[in-house]
Each structure stands twice: as structure tokens, then as C-alpha cells.
């Protein structure tokens, strides 16, 4: 039997993206595309202070996670 695989466009850059399970990102191609893509939402939801630290890739894991646990 043939596996199927999804391919999905980012919604950050419109790169293909074949969406797996393992594919950590899904549906964006990586995770600095999924970092932009919540950085836009947060922007307007969160109010998150402007502060040139903001973006940094130690900073940003942590926004995520909290993201996730509003499900
Ligand atoms: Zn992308």
C-alpha cells in the first residue's frame, strides 16, 4: 500500500511542505516560519511590549508553549 503524503503551502513563504507526522512545523515549512506567523498573532492579541529582545530564538520557544496551552 502506498503512502499518501499531504503537501501543504506555508502560510508564512507558500513553500511546499509535505505535512507528517513528523514534520514538527506543519503546516509551516520551518520553525522560523511558524515563529513569524504567531508573532503576527500575538502581536494584536497579546500586546507583547516592544522590546528589541523580542524575536530572539531563546525568547520565542516560550510564547509557543504558551500559545498551546490555551487549546
Ligand atoms: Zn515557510
Known sequence: MKKKTL???CP???????????SRWKPF????CKLIDLG???E???RIPEDP???TPNE????I???DNHH
Open 7 to 9: 503537501i501543504v503551502d
Open 53 to 55: 529582545e523580542i524575536g
Open 44 to 46: 494584536g492579541n497579546n
Open 65 to 67: 508553549d504558551d500559545i
Open 40 to 42: 503576527d498573532w500575538a
Open 12 to 22: 508564512t513563504c507558500g513553500e511546499k511542505v509535505e505535512w507528517e507526522e513528523t
Open 60 to 63: 520565542l520557544p516560550q510564547v
Open 29 to 32: 515549512c520551518s520553525e522560523r
